[in-house]
């Protein structure tokens, strides 16, 4: 690697400094004499002595605390230590943990990281982009923070989701971290508690709404295109009616995905393929029900339409194998004024007068269950408790296997437990969470448990787009990536019931999905046919991994 620095400001970079790993020829010529301890260390010894710091904090906050400053300090060794510890640190850096950063982002606020972009900087978005300091971008999470997780409006605060989430692209598929650009679109808050903590970093206003938001969102996205062209850039944690109106408004103009909506529903769909291989059943004969209806649930009913489809059922027919709850109930035909996506999956009046229920108007998760018969239960609803005894238990009365999803995040909002799912089941449930849960031991045996989060989707779908040169994202993409996914091997042995392959593996799995993309991308006509030669070793090539290299001074 060659520097153009030397002494403090080399030590200072966290993309060149080595700490006490420096050799000395490097100290030499790099003018380091003096500026470090004597003695040399070792990777191996940065990272035991890190481990030994990182066990001794006293909570995960401050665990996430010390894993940020190490990432400001030397970014090879921040990665490297969560390559080395991932199943210790996954929850640290992303889901639970970072859910509670983003509420505290302000008060333990250290050192920037990415691009603050304000509304009242809507005529200067392309001097800022070109602000940041790395001028090879290739790819930007961005969000605006009004929906970070199940936490609801975060405002500038949830600026730990967009850093999260390109440490996953790094840490599980290999992405250059030099070349990631978290982006913060702060259009003001409406959370009370936000807006008048006196230390809060956002904006100190209600959030801008209608066509002055669009206009700011419109020139984002043209300062992108001039400044970035060719960036892969990921919409994240925005609101559910924002979220599904900017990606289908810039899907024809810009490479860009809502991981909330096409990661969500790939992921599920991996899930989903791998338990019906283990209870015998095809997903074009499983019932759905989804609750939550917001734009995780949007994106999950889509891509099970569109594998139903894929197998041969018509579209419409596919939609019917699908029931969507929310607050209000089973979605109807017999409601006015319902989104549109909800229409799609609406209810026939016709054949909700045949249902045994209380009020037609008004039909709950448990009848829903009833009548509908699923053989697949699945939560975005951020409802903790809403997969209660009786609705677990009227899963369990209908399937053998019932397969349960509590998938909100953090795990403080998770629809149900998975030991109150396998206990209420009588240890017969599936069960597969959004955040980490350990194993639970119930009649004699232990029950693993899936995890089925898009760190095992986005991350290689991502490296994919890069290698493959994409220059347009479909959702038959994010159908391959998740029958790649599902075709990996699982935590344990399929007795088990490990639905989801273990984290350490999940470099392999990444790597399985981007050259899955990359062939779908190729069928579709949005990439190269040339890319396919040699394609398993060129995405391997392209995987960086964190070591350190000799390091030269140029003039």
Known sequence: MAVHQKGKAL??????????????????????????????????DQLARNHE????????LEKFNFLSDLHDRNETLFFRFLHENIEETIPIVYTPTVGEACQKFSHIYRRGRGLYINYLQIDRIEEILSNYYFKDASVIVVTDGERILGLGDQGADGMGIPIGKLCLYTLCAGVVPYSTLPIMLDTGTDNEDRRNDPLYLGLRRKRIRGEEYQQFIDKFVQAVGKVLPGVLLQWEDFLKANAIKQMNRFKDDLCSFNDDIQGTGSMVLSCIYKVLRITGQSIRDSRVVITGAGAAAHGIANLIALAVQEEGGSLKD??????????????????????????????????????????????????????SKPAILIGTTATPGIFGETVVRAMAKINERPIIFPLSNPTSKSECTPEQAIRWSDGRAIVATGSPFPSVEYGGRRHEIGLCNNAFIFP???LGVMVGRIRR??????????????GMSGAGASEQLAISPELRSI??????????????????????????????????????????LPIRYEE
């Open 507 to 548: 470099r392999e799995c990444s790597h399985a999905v981007a050259c899955a993309v990359i062939k779908q991308a190729v069928s579709e006509g949005h990439a190269d046919e040339e890319i396919l030669t040699n394609l398993e070793a060129r995405v391997k090539d392209a995987m960086w991994f964190p070591e350190y």
């Open 473 to 486: 994202v479909t959702d038959h993409m994010f159908l391959a990536a998740a029958k790649a996914l599902s």
């Open 53 to 60: 710091n990182f066990l001794a904090q006293p909570n995960d």
């Open 460 to 462: 290689g779908f991502g």
């Open 11 to 44: 030590l200072s970079n966290p993309c060149t400094n080595k700490g006490p790993a420096f050799t000395e020829q490097e100290r030499d010529e790099l003018g380091l004499h003096g500026l470090l301890p004597p003695s040399i260390s070792s990777i191996e």
């Open 318 to 371: 596919a939609r019917k194998q699908i029931w969507m709850v929310d607050s209000k109930g089973l979605v109807t035909k017999s409601r006015s004024n319902l989104e549109e996506f909800k229409t799609l999956y609406a209810r026939e009046v016709d054949e909700i007068a045949t249902y045994r229920c209380k009020d037609r108007s008004m039909i709950s998760l448990e009848e829903t269950i009833e009548n």
